[in-house]
């Protein structure tokens, strides 16, 4: 190992959530299903495999039961779900999740724009995701949002 170096790197696949929660056409939930089925068949341990957040503001994931309930079985692959407050969570789990992930941003504009609330409001919605988890022993997985790319990657990083 090099100094300075981790010896363990965990990869975490969010493409199932967030690459699809952008989409503008509606991707079914059988190929969802079958994404979440091939991205495992790679050999990843770590799949994010949706969200439990309103339909009213993410309707490509207003089938995040059903895809839970299809994949949760997935053997020796970690399936986590992002639940953005309680009843997200409650739902979560009752689909079958046995580990969430909670987000935070770092700029008050981008926690507005993206789950409609306030830095302090977001941190204690994840306080009441966190001890029902905690009351579960469910694991959860926590991180945060530094800033909102307005910009082509290419204008931040030229290729």
């Known amino acids: 190992v090099m100094k300075g170096m981790p010896e363990f790197v965990k990869i975490v696949e ?12 509606m991707v079914s939930t059988d190929v969802k299903i079958e994404l979440i089925h091939r991205l495992a068949s790679t050999g990843l ?5 949706t969200s439990f957040v309103s339909p009213k503001w993410v309707p490509q994931l207003a089938d995040a039961k059903d895809v839970m309930k299809a994949v949760h079985n997935l053997g020796g692959i970690r399936l986590p779900v992002l639940t953005p407050n309680l009843k997200g969570f409650e739902a979560a789990i009752a689909a079958g999740a046995r580990e969430v992930a909670v987000f935070a941003s770092a700029s ?9 609330c306030s830095i302090e409001e977001s941190l204690a919605r994840y306080r009441a995701v966190t001890s029902a988890a905690k009351a579960l022993s469910i694991p959860v997985r926590g991180y945060a949002f530094c800033f909102s790319i307005t910009r082509s990657i290419h204008q931040i990083f030229p290729l």
Do not use: H, M, T, Y
């Open 14 to 25: 969010v493409g199932p959530r967030d690459g699809l929660q952008n989409e503008k056409n």
């Open 45 to 49: 341990s770590v799949i994010e495999a």
């Open 108 to 116: 008050e504009s981008f926690s507005k724009s993206n789950i409609n």
